[in-house]
C-alpha cells in the first residue's frame, strides 16, 4: 500500500511561520506532480500548492507570496514554508501525490496535519 508520510504544522500567531513536509514512498511509486491540499471546517477541501517533476509550481492567490513550495530530488518528499500566517489559513493540510506503480496510475493522499493560527 502506497502511503505518504506528513510532518511539521502545529500551532503559530498570526505572522509566523510553519513548514510543513511530505515524503513519498522510497520504491514502488514516482510521483509526477505533489502538492497540499487544506480543509477548514464547514468548507470544501481545496488546493494550496502543487509541484511538479519537473519544478512547476502553482499557488492558490489566497497563498501566493506567502508560502512556497520546494521539492526533493525525485520528488522524494515536497516541502511546504508558510509564512506571514493568518487565522483564515488554519485548517487541516493534506499531502497529494499523483504517479504510477507498476500497475499504473495512483493518486495518494496522506491522512492530514493540522495547522492552527491564532490572532
Known amino acids: 500500500q502506497v502511503q505518504l508520510e506528513e510532518s511539521g504544522g502545529g500551532s503559530a500567531q498570526a505572522g509566523g511561520s510553519l513548514r510543513l513536509s511530505c515524503a513519498a514512498p522510497?520504491?514502488?511509486?514516482?510521483?509526477?506532480?505533489m502538492g497540499w491540499y487544506r480543509q477548514a471546517p464547514g468548507n470544501h477541501r481545496d488546493t494550496v500548492a502543487m509541484?511538479?517533476?519537473?519544478?512547476?509550481?502553482n499557488y492558490a492567490d489566497s497563498v501566493k507570496g506567502r508560502f512556497t513550495i520546494s521539492r526533493e530530488n525525485r520528488m522524494s518528499a515536497v516541502h511546504l514554508q508558510m509564512n506571514s500566517l493568518k487565522p483564515d489559513d488554519t485548517a487541516v493540510y493534506y499531502c497529494?501525490?499523483?504517479?504510477?506503480?507498476?500497475?499504473?496510475?495512483?493518486?495518494?493522499w496522506g491522512q492530514g496535519i493540522l495547522v492552527t493560527v491564532s490572532s
Open positions: 522510497r520504491s514502488g511509486f514516482t510521483a509526477v506532480a
Open positions: 497529494n501525490a499523483h504517479g504510477f506503480t507498476d500497475t499504473g496510475p495512483l493518486d495518494v
Open positions: 509541484i511538479t517533476s519537473a519544478g512547476t509550481t
